[in-house]
């Protein structure tokens, strides 16, 4: 039997969660209008006081322990927001347990448990939805799983993080070095204290892991996605780049090959000024993907913040508000259906830029290049870029190759006594 | 019961339904992986027997008569590709009453009937989607509809038509004339024979009235759409637009006014090159919108052809197939639950270019000055373009103002004895 009401617990009361309840609170007409279905907000749970009476709510409605949410029989889907995955494993386990249907933008709980925590939905006839924990505001799960899922995907390009395409862009723009610009991110709040997480390409890693599950169909270990942050990346590389045409991201890279194996990765990436991801700045977020049948396809919008984040997550309550209004349960989301394994690294093929300090003396630059060649790597381009009484400042492109041959080549080179440092690599392909 | 099989049955072997076959051929494995169900293909229909054998199928599964599918009680879901009013109509009606699911991509039907059409899916207990009615291959009716629905959506803005979206493409790129680039785009195939409802706006009102129901939440009359297209655009128009750091599209334009009336018109329109939607080239489509909680959020990617659509189609039938599965039906879309009215084109307030050719004489930018002025249109900035023996052309540039008073303000101005005559006028705003 439909059921006129739908109960909604929300478990944190932090920066998303506080952004549920006021969107719960301000539109509940419009979300009873969208979908026959009352959504009524019945308990607000933190451990932290004052994050609990910072949502305005009576007090009657917030709770201390989680289980006040577990335990109300009128709550019908619970809202997990604390992110991490103690205690929010147990507190998810805990809700689809009793029957109760789970709402989550927990990147990491997702990437790191999600095809138990659906099978454990589906035991329980009830749905996880997830489509918050990547890419925030962005309908990119639902698209990417469903919507499209007709298609086989060739790549998966995405800028998935924020805070670092907010410091990339303004590195860009304004010439300015990583540490400068994480400093003021943190001042405007756009980077958190210890910036780990994001700057070093975890966050993003968490959330390939999970789109690539949509895109390939399979569930992959976050493990094996070879992440390399930004923290390397200088001004002096950007400027270069920007002279040749790139702008730098930092992408999270899917791509299937016809073996049946998946590259997935997380790096900086000299993307053509051209291509539609260079022109997505600040703390934007696009995912760019090509179907076998749809093409190219790309989704942009607010892949974090408070009010983006919540209206993805109210957008899978009206989901299962809407199955509710006739009787019937959302289908759940599968986590791949298949069991690919990812290419690893030294595999991959892509382009290359390189740049070095040598010493300023006849032969270096053939002895560099005996070297490329005896690894097979070929050179696309060589500028000399600025010079010091010390040393010579080498720009080198190199067409696609093997990362282990490119990486083999570069160590070699780096031993040369001609070479006074290797100063930056980024790849350089999408 | 779950049933473990989905029959389909396809009426139109045109282009895009010679497109759903070969994806429900090819990917029967896979969808029965994705959804649990066996998506079955049953039978093909088309009147034309040249295009019922070009889907390469067996007799058995092609038919000549409609009824074929109607009557087949192994049809779940009929796929109706045929495009226009009549006969689809009352083979949708016909599919929805026998108790079968309908999956469209028929723009004119939808935004003519979508609201009765629903109204007799939902008596029935059956589904009517129709993502593939606007934009193609992008998910753009899950987005607006469902996804992002917890937004009250302040602006929608489309490059919803591919053939306009291309012919504008070249005359930016190559500074060719419309109608030259017209006779091109039909020899590609980009544009038909009759170019009409492409050129001339009415295909992007029809999808303009079906985005407009998902993200304003109301039915509204495609005829209250406000609709020009684009067989006024010259080359002259686009290389001074370019000058001035903008380019020409086609929009379809959606905008919620404060009073609960909404804006909708297709016309051409100068968008900055810094605007995200500058950048979607050829015959790409994107949907730019602004939700309260969401932000700036765009969907980009093929809004036709052959496998694209087929892809949309096909992934309404895998959400069909999902629900299917677990013995449940899909949610079916509203096409708006409130009745908003569309705010008349003369209280539209907008920015406008207009180019014109007057007399080289003292006091005639006084005469339009004081026209404009008299009016309430205040003018941003004024151009002598070129000057030719008999005239000069001047190119003026507005601040934002009703256009009404606009076009009163317009021909006052076209009656002016210097003015030799006025060639051109494009909003400038978005």
New interface residues.
């Given amino acids: 039997m439909a059921s006129a009401k739908l109960g909604v617990g929300v478990i944190g009361c932090g920066t998303v969660g506080g952004?549920v309840v006021k969107?719960l609170v301000a539109?509940q007409a419009?979300?009873r209008?969208?979908t026959g279905v009352t959504v009524e907000l019945r308990k607000a749970v933190d451990t932290d006081a004052a994050k609990r009476s910072a949502t305005g709510l009576p007090p009657a409605l917030l709770a201390e322990d989680a289980n006040a949410v577990l335990a109300d029989p009128e709550i019908g889907v619970v809202v997990e927001v604390i992110g991490g995955v103690n205690p929010a494993r147990s507190l998810v386990e805990g809700a689809l347990a009793a029957g109760k249907h789970v709402v989550t933008a927990n990147k990491e709980l997702v990437a790191k448990h999600g095809p138990e925590l659906l099978a454990l939905a589906r035991k329980h006839g009830v749905t996880l939805h997830f489509?918050a924990s990547s890419c925030g505001?962005?309908?990119v799960i639902?698209?990417l799983g469903?919507?499209?899922?007709?298609?086989?995907f060739e790549t998966l390009l995405g800028i998935v993080n924020g805070t670092t395409n907010f410091i990339l862009t303004k590195m860009h723009r304004e010439g300015a070095e990583f540490a400068e610009v994480l400093a003021e991110a943190q001042r405007l709040g756009y980077a958190e204290a210890d910036p780990t997480a994001d700057v070093d390409g975890h966050d993003a890693a968490y959330k390939l892991a999970i789109l690539a599950a949509m895109a390939f169909?399979s569930h992959f270990d976050y493990r094996d996605i070879h992440t390399e942050g930004i923290r390397n990346i200088s001004a002096r590389d950007i400027a270069i780049a920007k002279d040749y045409g790139y702008v730098v991201k930092l992408l999270a890279i899917g791509a299937a090959h016809a073996d049946g194996r998946v590259e997935l990765r997380v790096h900086p990436v000299l993307v053509p000024e051209e291509h539609?991801l260079a022109?997505v700045s600040d703390a934007?977020n696009a995912v760019f993907a090509r179907?076998?049948?749809?093409?190219?396809?790309?989704?942009?919008?607010?892949g974090a913040?408070q009010?983006?984040t919540?209206?993805?997550i109210?957008?899978d309550i009206?989901?299962l508000a809407?199955?509710q209004?006739?009787?019937?349960?959302s289908?759940?989301m599968?986590f791949g259906?298949?069991a690919k394994a990812v290419v690893p690294m030294g595999e991959v093929r892509t382009q290359y830029y390189l740049r070095l300090d040598v010493k300023d003396r006849p032969g270096v630059l053939a002895a560099i290049a005996r070297i490329f060649g005896d690894c097979g790597v070929s050179i696309s381009a060589v500028k000399q870029a600025a010079a010091t009484t010390e040393s010579v400042e080498l720009v080198i492109f190199t067409h696609e190759v093997g990362e282990a041959a490119f990486q083999k080549a570069v160590a070699g080179i780096g031993k040369l006594d001609v070479v006074v440092g290797v100063r930056a690599i980024i790849r350089a392909h999408v």
Same sequence: chains 1, 2.
């Fill in positions: 952004g969107l539109e419009q979300l209008r969208k489509e505001g962005i309908p639902h698209a469903q919507s499209l899922a007709a298609n086989r169909d539609p022109a934007f179907g076998n049948y749809v093409g190219d396809v790309m989704l942009y919008g607010r913040g009010l983006p919540a209206s993805a109210v957008g009206i989901d809407m199955h209004a006739q009787g019937g349960t289908p759940r599968n259906t298949q």
